[in-house]
């Protein structure tokens, strides 16, 4: 006859439960279309094909869509154009991610001269905003070249997936999860796949420790965008991805 738990055992296995199931989270996955503006960049194995840049789609890389009134914008710091890393239309967001931009469209831009993987989320090198499309396009699409990002993805559309933080034991630290309850969860992990690329999630992929960024209202900010192995790559291996902060503000920052 099994014997009865002790109530500590039975704590115990109720916090595992709990912080198990908390670390699961739902993330969204884009469908790509991966087109080269130039035909060095074709290629057959990555599934990347000779096309035509379009301003207007949701995509990462290529031109950024402009208008009379939106304007390309400016590295804060060398004063050289900003590269758009992506561009999101609203209405191509998973519904839970709608809410959280307010205009049509949302773009992330960075500076490879003047951002590094130790500068601040809101530092002049970077720009994340937000711009109404009432207003025709007048971007200008230019053929690229080897010394440009000209590999465009465009996003197609969005799949959910479950997502579990990449880096368990620094993650459960940073949460301040007991070491017997740590321990516990380390011998059985949590069964799923940790999504490396391109996610809309909470849960980033971590090249180094976990960290707090902080808005400038002087509140966290939650990761809102990871770009994954598709964005620029920064310093030792750093990826580029968006936080997002309660009060509508978002930045671009280097894990």
């Known amino acids: 006859m099994p014997t009865k738990p002790r109530p500590d055992a039975a704590s115990k296995k109720s916090s595992v439960e709990t912080i198990l199931?908390?670390?699961?989270?739902?993330?969204?996955v884009p469908d790509l279309t991966r087109i080269a503006t130039y035909e060095d960049g074709v290629d057959d194995d990555d599934g990347i094909a000779l096309g035509e840049d379009d301003a207007t789609r949701s995509k990462l890389g290529g031109a950024p869509y402009l208008s009379a009134t939106v304007a390309h914008p400016l590295c804060g710091r060398c004063k050289e154009p900003l590269q758009l890393t992506v561009q999101l239309l609203r209405r191509d967001l998973p519904e839970p991610w709608?809410?959280?931009?307010?205009?049509?469209?949302?773009?992330?831009?960075?500076?490879?001269?003047?951002?590094?993987?130790?500068?601040?989320?809101?530092?002049?090198?970077?720009?994340?905003?937000?711009?109404?499309?009432d207003e025709p396009c007048t971007t200008r699409i230019v053929p690229g070249d080897e010394d440009t990002w000209s590999i465009v993805s465009f996003i197609r559309g969005w799949q959910p997936h479950p997502d579990f933080p990449g880096a368990l034991e620094d993650e459960l630290r940073f949460m301040k999860v007991g070491a017997a309850i740590r321990n516990a969860i380390l011998e059985s992990p949590p069964d799923g796949e940790v999504l490396d690329g391109v996610k809309l999630s909470t849960w980033r992929r971590w090249t180094s420790a976990p960290a707090v960024f902080k808005c400038k209202c002087r509140l966290p900010m939650s990761w809102w965008l990871h770009l994954g192995e598709l964005g620029p790559t920064i310093g030792d291996g750093h990826t580029l991805g968006v936080l997002s902060c309660t009060c509508g503000l978002k930045a671009l920052q280097a894990d």
């Not at 199931?21 to 969204?28: I, T, Y």
């Open 98 to 133: 709608q809410a959280s931009v307010a205009s049509d469209l949302l773009q992330a831009f960075w500076c490879r001269e003047c951002h590094g993987n130790n500068d601040d989320a809101f530092s002049k090198g970077t720009l994340v905003r937000e711009v109404s499309m």
């Open 21 to 28: 199931r908390s670390l699961e989270r739902v993330a969204f």
